[in-house]
């Protein structure tokens, strides 16, 4: 089976341009030593060319702020757009009840999540099969946290990507059909170096595989409510775990996001992707692969 090189070539939506905000007006007032601009006629050119030099600045910000995808670490999506993405991690197989419960509040209020399950929990046996499919079903997205929840760093490179292709192959079985997982969540959220590899090393094996980034949160509130409110802004990615706190959290969370009109979407539609591709042969792991 060949790697998953060009997995963000299908990014649907059109790059969108951001015009250079409006530089707020400037109440002229008068303070203590002002000293108005037109005593020094000379320093105007100065000053306009500084002015534009401030502008080019205050695009190329603006443009760099806009792409999302641009760093390997994903904190959160476009800024500008009121949309959301709760993400679900772990999914151990003593939780899953809770996933269950999490695609019902889903089906609620016609939001979606997206899970990122550890295969060595047992969630993904083929027996979950229909758990699986209801995540879909009810709009969700799923990707994966590995197949052992092990700090990258601390497994060689091999061992590694060959966890990736692990959890492609458990998906797939559990599924019954190849579905594409597109979105990789780091146990602990690490790319850290460690005991065997280096950051570097890291982010080139996950690269190698085919992710092109990787997924971490910018909240991670799970226990008050008013700071989560405050916290959550446009394109935060949030975390949660599989597990009757979150789930009952989130029931109360999801409504009053709703009430602030956030749209709470999966990992793909919060980067402008089509969901997932799914069909063809499952994923069979090989580790002559990535020799
Ligand atoms: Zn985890």
């Known amino acids: 089976m060949p790697g998953k090189g060009g997995i963000l070539d299908i990014r649907s939506a059109e790059s969108i341009e951001y015009p250079c905000p409006p530089r707020p007006g400037r109440q002229h007032t008068e303070k203590k030593g002002f000293i108005p601009m037109k005593l020094f006629p000379k320093k105007i050119p100065a000053l306009l060319a500084a002015l534009a030099l401030l502008a080019a600045a205050c695009c190329a910000v603006a443009e760099e702020a806009e792409d999302p995808l641009a760093p390997f670490v994903l904190h959160h999506g476009d800024r500008t757009v009121p949309k959301i993405a709760i993400t679900v991690d772990d999914c151990y197989e003593s939780a899953t009840e809770w996933i269950l419960k999490d695609a019902e509040l889903c089906r609620r209020y016609d939001v979606a999540m997206t899970f990122f399950p550890v295969v060595y929990t047992g969630c993904l046996d083929e027996k979950y ?8 079903d009810s709009g969700c997205e799923i990707g994966t946290h590995s197949n052992r929840h092990l700090k990258l760093g601390n497994r060689s490179r091999i061992g590694l990507i060959g966890g990736l292709e692990r959890a492609q192959e458990a998906l797939d079985r559990t599924l019954g059909y190849h579905y594409e997982i597109r979105w990789f969540r780091p146990p602990y959220g690490s790319i850290d170096g460690g005991s065997k590899l280096t950051k570097q090393q890291v982010i080139d094996a996950v690269q190698t595989y085919g992710f092109d980034h990787v997924v971490h949160w910018d909240v991670s509130e799970t226990i008050d409510l008013e700071k989560a409110l405050k916290d959550i802004q446009n394109g935060s990615i949030l975390l949660f775990h599989a597990k009757k706190k979150d789930t009952l ?23 402008g992707f089509d969901p997932p591709e799914t069909g063809g042969e499952l994923y069979i792991y090989s580790d002559e692969v990535f020799q």
Not at 259 to 267: H, I, K, N, Q
């Open 249 to 271: 959290f989130l029931e109360k969370l999801i409504p009053e996001l709703l009430d602030r009109d956030f749209e709470l979407v999966t990992m793909s539609e919060l980067f």
């Open 129 to 136: 099969r229909d758990l699986w499919q209801e995540v879909l």
